[in-house]
């Protein structure tokens, strides 16, 4: 069955950066886009960027273009989401999150890992 | 940006009820919506996706609707495990979400 599971949470100081990993397995992890979204608290879901598991190809949300980098390492089935300069409305869970479609984006989310909280203070 | 609002807030209703949950979008967005299901301290669980279509092993209970900027999603007899926040998902362009509908115990 599709798994998706996080790194463990991470208590940052402004400023720092922070890198999440997603290790998916019980699919062909080339074969789908894996996404990032992240939820601070009693916020709604926002949508981050994506990479393109096959190819590496990536796309971020302009909120966050210049500040994310979101990597994947195809031997270890597992996908990167490194976030720059945080300050403190950083501070949220953070999923990653596979696309159904087929080496293309459709933009919705058909499985989800388990989450990682990032805390952000000073 | 694509907004979408989702209404009510919070909805309380008894196990056995027909629920309704509306989402506007700010423009169109053709079929391109998904409903999801979260649960405190969980990831969310995709329910429906271009609006109308069921995921595989979600209950029948479950169902969408709508076009263009208005959406609906309906649990037809709500169950004890229906008891959640619900998100509207627009995917026309990029991706945003609605601000959830919390479904209570009445």
């Known amino acids: 069955q599709v798994q998706l599971v996080q790194s463990g949470a991470e208590v940052k100081k402004p400023e720092a950066s922070v890198k999440v990993s997603c290790k998916a397995s019980g699919y062909t992890f080339t074969d789908h886009v894996m996404h990032w979204v992240r939820q601070a608290p009693g916020q709604r879901l926002e949508w981050m960027g994506w990479i393109n598991a096959g190819n590496g190809n990536t796309k971020y949300s302009q909120k966050f273009q210049g500040r994310i980098t979101i990597t994947k390492d195809r031997s270890a089935s597992t996908a990167y989401m490194e976030l720059r300069s945080l300050r403190s409305e950083d501070t949220a869970v953070y999923f990653c999150?596979?696309?159904?479609?087929?080496?293309?984006?459709?933009?919705?989310?058909?499985?989800w890992g388990q989450g990682t909280l990032v805390s952000v203070s000073s | 940006d694509i907004q979408m609002t989702q209404s009510p807030s919070t909805l309380s209703a008894s196990v056995g009820d027909r629920v309704t949950i509306t989402c506007r979008a700010s423009q169109s967005i053709n079929n391109w919506l998904a409903w999801y299901q979260q649960k405190p301290g969980k990831a969310p669980k995709l329910l429906i996706y271009m609006a109308s279509s069921l995921e595989s092993g979600v209950p029948s209970r479950f169902s969408g609707s709508g076009s263009g900027t208005e959406f609906t999603l309906t649990i037809s007899s709500l169950q004890p495990d229906d008891f959640a926040t619900y998100y509207c998902?627009?995917?026309?362009?990029?991706?945003?979400f609605g601000q959830g509908t919390k479904v209570e115990i009445k």
């Open positions: 999150a596979r696309d159904p479609g087929y080496s293309s984006s459709w933009y919705y989310f058909d499985y």
């Open positions: 998902q627009q995917y026309n362009i990029y991706s945003t």
